[in-house]
């Protein structure tokens, strides 16, 4: 089993930036892919970005392509989502989960999810 806790969320202006944080505990953190969601109000559930276990791949929506940076630490156990320049389209509850499986855009492959944090961006 794996517990992903997210942090780093809040509410700032366009064109600001976050990072968010992704802690996690119960299994070898290196040994899970990690990737981040979001889900927008009314809409669906949406792939923002994946890494790979040693962190050396990476993925990205085409929507925060060079705004948004995925890293990972695997000696503390925590990955990490920058988003800079961030837009009001942005505002939503971005998830962390991990998976088994290689980094995927596909949610239905991860296993494990956080409880979501709320990122709020106004213009």
């Known amino acids: 089993q794996v517990q992903l806790v997210e942090s780093g969320g809040g509410l700032v202006q366009a064109g600001g930036s976050l990072r968010l944080s992704c802690a996690a505990s119960?299994?070898?953190?290196?040994?899970?892919?990690m990737g981040w969601f979001r889900r927008a109000p009314g809409k669906e559930r949406e792939f923002v970005a994946a890494?790979?276990?040693?962190?050396?791949?990476?993925y990205y929506a085409d929507s925060v392509k060079g705004r948004f940076t995925i890293s990972r630490d695997n000696a503390l156990n925590t990955g990490h989502l920058q988003m800079n320049s961030l837009k009001p389209e942005d505002t939503a509850v971005y998830y962390c989960a991990g998976t088994l499986n290689s980094p995927a855009r596909i949610a239905e492959l991860y296993g494990y999810w956080g409880q979501g944090t709320q990122v709020t961006v106004s213009s």
């Open positions: 890494i790979s276990r040693s962190g050396d791949i990476a």
């Open positions: 119960g299994r070898t953190f290196s040994s899970i892919a």
